[in-house]
């Protein structure tokens, strides 16, 4: 079984950072795809980044390119999105999962955390 845990989030004016941390338990997280994703009440559960189990292949939505940064550290089983120039629109719950594959599709995380929410003021 895979706990993940999400944490850094809080309130931030535009144009400021945050880092967002999700640790994991388990043997798995080493050898798996992680991803960050968001949602807000509005709309539906969107991507935003995910990295390869070696950290050299990352993605992200083009609405944080350039700002947003995904990281891993497989010795302390963290996965980081490190969120720079932050705009309202960025405001949402952050959740991080793993997933098993490549992690192209949502469907394929297995494992998702609580949660952790971003506020961004104008």
């Known amino acids: 079984q895979v706990q993940l845990v999400e944490s850094g989030g809080g309130l931030v004016q535009a144009g400021g950072s945050l880092r967002l941390s999700c640790a994991a338990s388990?043997?798995?997280?080493?050898?798996?795809?992680m991803g960050w994703f968001r949602q807000t009440p509005a709309k539906e559960r969107e991507f935003v980044a995910r990295?390869?189990?070696?950290?050299?292949?990352?993605y992200y939505a083009d609405s944080v390119k350039g700002r947003f940064t995904i990281s891993r550290d497989n010795a302390k089983n963290t996965v980081y999105l490190q969120m720079i120039n932050l705009k309202p629109e960025d405001t949402a719950v952050y959740y991080c999962?793993?997933?098993?594959?490549?992690?192209?599709?949502?469907?394929?995380?297995?494992?998702w955390g609580q949660g952790t929410q971003v506020t961004v003021s104008s």
């Open positions: 388990g043997r798995t997280f080493s050898r798996s795809t």
């Open positions: 990295i390869s189990w070696s950290g050299g292949l990352t």
């Open positions: 999962a793993l997933s098993p594959t490549t992690g192209r599709s949502q469907y394929e995380y297995n494992y």
